[in-house]
């Protein structure tokens, strides 16, 4: 964990209500993806935590949705804003131990983490594949950035405006070895019950602080209580209690 002073490059409209942003800034304290920040946003008491999509040795990419007050004060910040962060938060996926065909499942705006994996997936080797869940095809983001990677992209919309008619759980690869998902709790919920092949689930949850001292996020998992903020976001598939 480190405290760095991040400058807004750049706050893209994707859709309705999701944004880009690239902050430019210290990211030596990121190493692996799945890991978020902690934003201090003015006038607001507890810092947010962004999932990192994408770093490089300049600065990071984040996406969020707008869901409440201080993502909407985060939407409204122009190129030039400074932002306090605590940067290379949590625990993230262990792409040593994903295997050489990975199933990377994302669920709206948890689609977001999933890109930094397959980038680093496939810097490692391996030839991953997304699964990308979205309400309608308007929602949609972010499912050509996948692509262009090389990478073989499923889209799923829920109403069946585009791709799969369906939910992520009905557009699975008929062939992967290791599943690594982000999303809403009940979509993590169903992928532990239609697959057994092991992987890395990254959760969503209310933080206090971000980095474990309130204990605010701690879970119940087969290894004993867990905090979402320090021993996750990223979690054995396995460990994890529904």
Not at 83 to 106: R, Y
Request: aromatic share 8%; charged share 20%; glycine share 14%.
């Amino acid at each position: 964990m480190k405290e760095v002073i991040y400058t807004v490059a750049e706050n893209t409209l994707l859709t309705a209500d999701v944004y880009r942003m690239r902050l430019t800034g210290d990211t030596s304290a990121i190493t692996a993806p799945g890991q978020f920040l902690e934003l201090r946003l003015p006038g607001f008491f507890l810092r947010r935590p962004l999932s990192i999509c994408d770093w490089d040795e300049s600065g990071v990419t984040l996406l969020y949705k707008v869901v409440g007050g201080g993502t909407d004060w985060l939407r409204r910040c122009a190129a030039g804003q400074q932002l306090n962060a605590l940067s290379g938060l949590g625990n993230g996926f262990d792409t040593a131990a994903c295997g050489s065909a990975t199933a990377l499942v994302g669920g709206g705006i948890g689609i977001a983490p999933l890109y930094g994996l397959a980038r680093r997936l496939l810097a490692a080797g391996k030839t991953p594949v997304a699964v990308l869940g979205y309400n309608t095809a308007a929602e949609m983001f972010w499912h050509e950035e996948f692509r262009a990677l090389g990478i073989n992209v499923t889209v799923a919309t829920a109403d069946g405006s585009c791709g799969v008619h369906g939910f992520v759980t009905d557009a699975l690869p008929e062939t992967y070895d290791t599943l690594c998902a982000c999303g809403p709790t009940p979509m993590l919920k169903a992928l532990s019950g239609v697959t057994d092949r092991p992987g890395f689930f990254s959760l969503e949850a209310r933080m206090g602080c971000g980095f474990g001292a309130c204990m605010g996020c701690t879970i119940e998992t087969t290894e004993g209580p867990q905090r979402v903020c320090r021993e996750g976001p990223v979690f054995r598939k396995e460990a994890l209690i529904w």
